[in-house]
């Protein structure tokens, strides 16, 4: 999925999270425009109109505008009578009946790169609770973009082929790496999808594996320890990649070598290799 699209998914999914902890019967929000100092709203969760819809909003101006410029959230308790504020965008506010109006700004690694907003249809503050929980919600989608980020430098570092040496070491560093970022996705679906990722990194099972054979198979975590191995960790560093004790490493590499049929490390990583569980 490309950054873009990723990072709509996010937002798009963060509007219901927003008026469910805030109890705002409004949300909206929308990316920065990449290289630009402007976002545009895109996404829509408890709107009447389309008054809103595709709106680019420039750094500084109105309510979100003064977010992105201030990487900080900012909030309104009568939105169109508000002096904290410019009014580029009153009329299309006006038109969608919002008053008071909350805007969080989505931080990744000091860039800003989306804004969530949520609205009540009276005048009145919002209060330190509604605020906190927006942010709550903001910083959700930052660590989700964070793990997007990481993912997509990671696939970049694994397209050498194989056959080019010490390049193709860092597609298997990219391929553990990979694997012990897994375990902290807490959304299934984006989990599975990265899973399925580092199986692509995985070459497949070889040709010369003879036919009929049964198809060694190891667990999750196995399969995690011996991707760190092959990367050249050590158990300790294993441990402390994948959040894991040393003796745990220790247990999950035993019962790999054994289901490998092998009696080292470096055996356990050969026949993993051999199989198409590694790169």
Not at 48 to 75: D, E, F, I, Q, W
Not at 77 to 93: C, F, G, N, Q, T
Request: proline fraction near 5%.
């Amino acid at each position: 999925m490309a950054a873009d699209a990723a990072g709509t998914a996010e937002m798009r999914g963060a509007l219901a999270r927003l008026r469910r902890t805030t109890g705002l019967p409004v949300a909206f929000g929308g990316l920065v425009e990449p290289g630009r100092r402007r976002m545009r709203i895109s996404e829509f969760s408890g709107a009447a109109t389309l008054a809103l819809s595709g709106l680019a909003v420039t750094s500084g101006n109105g309510l979100g505008g003064k977010a992105v410029a201030l990487a900080r959230p900012c909030a309104v308790s009568d939105y169109s009578l508000s002096r904290r504020i410019s009014h580029e965008y009153d009329a299309a506010v006006a038109e969608e009946g919002l008053r008071s109006v909350l805007a969080v700004p989505v931080v990744v690694r000091r860039r800003v790169r989306g804004v969530l907003y949520g609205a009540l249809r009276t005048a009145r503050p919002l209060g330190d609770r509604t605020l906190d929980a927006a942010v709550d919600v903001a910083r959700e989608v930052e660590q989700a973009l964070v793990v997007g980020d990481e993912v997509r430098e990671l696939l970049t570092a694994a397209r050498p082929q194989p056959d080019r040496g010490a390049e193709w070491e860092q597609v298997r560093e990219a391929h553990a790496a990979l694997r012990a970022l897994a375990p902290r996705i807490t959304d299934p679906v984006l989990r599975a999808d990265l899973l399925d990722v580092c199986g692509l990194l995985a070459p497949g099972r070889e040709e010369g594996a003879a036919a009929g054979e049964r198809p060694v198979v190891l667990a999750p975590r196995e399969l995690d320890v011996l991707a760190c191995v092959a990367a050249g960790a050590t158990n300790a560093a294993a441990a402390e990649r994948l959040g894991l004790r040393p003796e745990t490493v220790k247990g999950y590499l035993r019962s790999a070598m054994r289901r490998l049929g092998a009696h080292t490390r470096g055996e356990a990583v050969v026949a993993a290799r051999r199989a198409g569980l590694l790169p």
